[in-house]
């Protein structure tokens, strides 16, 4: 058994094809991220994996849409997003495959 530490993890990614990482593996990233209200991040797309997120706590908006704590949103390759945080938030984010550098500007 091993342990690892969230804080010990590049922006909340702990498992992926990159390093520091609990789970090395090119098949999916996984990661917990936290937010303060009005963290952003802006729009983006992703050509190659399929991004989806869970909102643990908190509220945000995305590509103009408002979401909050159980919402679930499944992105597909090439849909664009931005992010806002209405609220300190929590979401947990799953891509699958894990490609380096499948974020682009849109």
Not at 1 to 24: C, E, H, I, S, Y
Not at 31 to 39: E, I, N, R, V
Not at 63 to 87: M, Q, S
């Amino acid at each position: 058994m091993q342990r690892f530490q969230l804080n010990a993890m590049k922006g909340g990614w702990f498992v992926g094809d990159f390093a520091p990482v609990a789970l090395r593996t090119p098949a999916a990233e996984v990661g917990c991220k936290q937010y303060a209200a009005g963290d952003a991040e802006p729009r983006h797309v992703h050509r190659v994996a399929t991004e989806t997120t869970l909102i643990v706590s908190g509220r945000v908006r995305m590509a103009g849409f408002y979401y909050g704590a159980g919402d679930i949103i499944r992105l597909e390759p090439g849909e664009a997003t931005d992010f806002l945080a209405l609220e300190d938030t929590i979401t947990v984010v799953v891509k699958l495959p894990s490609v380096m550098g499948d974020k682009y500007p849109a």
